[in-house]
T-cell receptor, first 114, second 112 residues
Framework: DGGITQSPKYLFRKEGQNVTLSCEQNLNHDAMYWYRQDPGQGLRLIYYSQIVNDFQKGDIAEGYSVSREKKESFPLTVTSAQKNPTAFYLC?????????????FGEGSRLTVL | GENVEQHPSTLSVQEGDSAVIKCTYSDSASNYFPWYKQELGKGPQLIIDIRSNVGEKKDQRIAVTLNKTAKHFSLHITETQPEDSAVYFCAAMRWSGSRLTFGEGTQLTVNP
C-alpha cells in the first residue's frame, strides 16, 4: 500500500537536545511538507520541499531544520533553539507543489519535551 | 498572506441532525478550498474540495458551498452519524500556489 510513514509515533526528549523525526513516502510525490499541530491553532507550516535538494521555510521555521536528499524522505530536526517544541507533528506529501492542493498526511509524531 | 478563520471551534449535534462549519478567507486570489477530516490519533484526510468556478459541490452526505464575493465557504454534513465525529479543517490556497493555509479546526461530536 502506498502512503506516508512517520516515526517515531511518540518521542520524549530533554530540554537542550535535538531530535529528528522521520518521514518516508512511497507515493512518488514530488512535494513534501511538515506541519505542527497545537490545540486550537490548526495546522501551521514549518517547512516544505517541492523537489529533491530544495526546500523553503514555512510560517514557523525558527528552531527547525530539514533536508531533502531523496525524493521519498523528508526528515525534520527539532533543535534546542525551538522554544516550545512539545507538539504533534504531521508530515504530508502532494503530487507536486503547484498544480494540486491535495495533501496526503502521515499519522503524526507526538513530541514531548520533559 | 492568506488568513483563514473557522467557526465554531466545537460543535455537538444529535445523530441524524445536520452540522454546518463555516470558514472565511482573506486573499481574494484564493481559488481552491479543501476540507480535511482528522480522526483521533490519525493524520487529516481530504473529504471534499471546491474550486472557485463552482458555487456548490456535493458528495453523498457532505456538501461544500462557496461565496467568493463574501469570501466564505461552508461544510454541510447531513444525517450525521457517530463516525462523523472528528476534527474538521478548512483550507484555502491559490491554485498556482504551493501551500495551503488552514483554519483552526472544528471538533465535531455526534451524540448517539
Amino acid at each position: 500500500d502506498g502512503g506516508i510513514t512517520q516515526s517515531p509515533k511518540y518521542l520524549f526528549r530533554k530540554e537542550g537536545q535535538n531530535v529528528t523525526l522521520s518521514c518516508e513516502q512511497n507515493l512518488n510525490h514530488d512535494a513534501m511538507y511538515w506541519y505542527r499541530q497545537d490545540p486550537g491553532q490548526g495546522l501551521r507550516l514549518i517547512y516544505y520541499s517541492q523537489i529533491v535538494n530544495d526546500f523553503q521555510k514555512g510560517d514557523i521555521a525558527e528552531g527547525y531544520s530539514v533536508s531533502r536528499e531523496k525524493k521519498e524522505s523528508f526528515p525534520l530536526t527539532v533543535t534546542s533553539a525551538q522554544k516550545n517544541p512539545t507538539a504533534f507533528y504531521l508530515c504530508a506529501s502532494s503530487r507536486d507543489g503547484t498544480n494540486t492542493g491535495e495533501l496526503f498526511f502521515g499519522e503524526g509524531s507526538r513530541l514531548t519535551v520533559l | 498572506g492568506e488568513n483563514v478563520e473557522q467557526h465554531p471551534s466545537t460543535l455537538s449535534v444529535q445523530e441524524g441532525d445536520s452540522a454546518v462549519i463555516k470558514c472565511t478567507y482573506s486573499d481574494s486570489a484564493s481559488n481552491y478550498f479543501p476540507w480535511y477530516k482528522q480522526e483521533l490519533g490519525k493524520g487529516p484526510q481530504l473529504i471534499i474540495d471546491i474550486r472557485s468556478n463552482v458555487g456548490e459541490k456535493k458528495d453523498q452526505r457532505i456538501a461544500v458551498t462557496l461565496n467568493k464575493t463574501a469570501k466564505h465557504f461552508s461544510l454541510h454534513i447531513t444525517e450525521t452519524q457517530p463516525e462523523d465525529s472528528a476534527v474538521y479543517f478548512c483550507a484555502a490556497m491559490r491554485w498556482s500556489g504551493s501551500r495551503l493555509t488552514f483554519g483552526e479546526g472544528t471538533q465535531l461530536t455526534v451524540n448517539p
